[in-house]
């Protein structure tokens, strides 16, 4: 059994599933609410050009996080 209480070779999958979709989905609402708060200071701040700088940075930000989290887990893996 792992470190961390799961068992991937023989627990069940469903149960397996739900114990990790739930951080996982956390994980990727908070991702979604920095680029919201940022839009909000910057828009303040900036105005309009700067609501743009972050709606063009949002996605290469979400691929860069993911290429970083593809490698760093199949690392460690």
């Known amino acids: ?4 209480g ?3 070779a023989n627990g069940r ?7 990790i979709f739930f951080p996982t989905l956390l994980g990727m ?3 979604a609410l920095i680029t919201i708060v940022d839009g909000i200071f ?3 701040g900036v105005g309009p050009d700067g609501i ?3 709606n063009i940075i949002a ?6 996080t993911g ?3 593809m490698l760093g887990i199949g690392a460690s893996v």
């Open 6 to 8: 799961l068992d991937y």
């Open 42 to 44: 910057v828009g303040n």
């Open 59 to 64: 996605p290469l930000y979400m691929v860069a």
């Open 13 to 19: 999958i469903p149960v397996l599933f739900r114990r």
């Open 1 to 4: 059994m792992a470190a961390t």
């Open 29 to 31: 609402i908070f991702n």
């Open 67 to 69: 290429i970083g989290l």
């Open 52 to 54: 743009a700088a972050v």
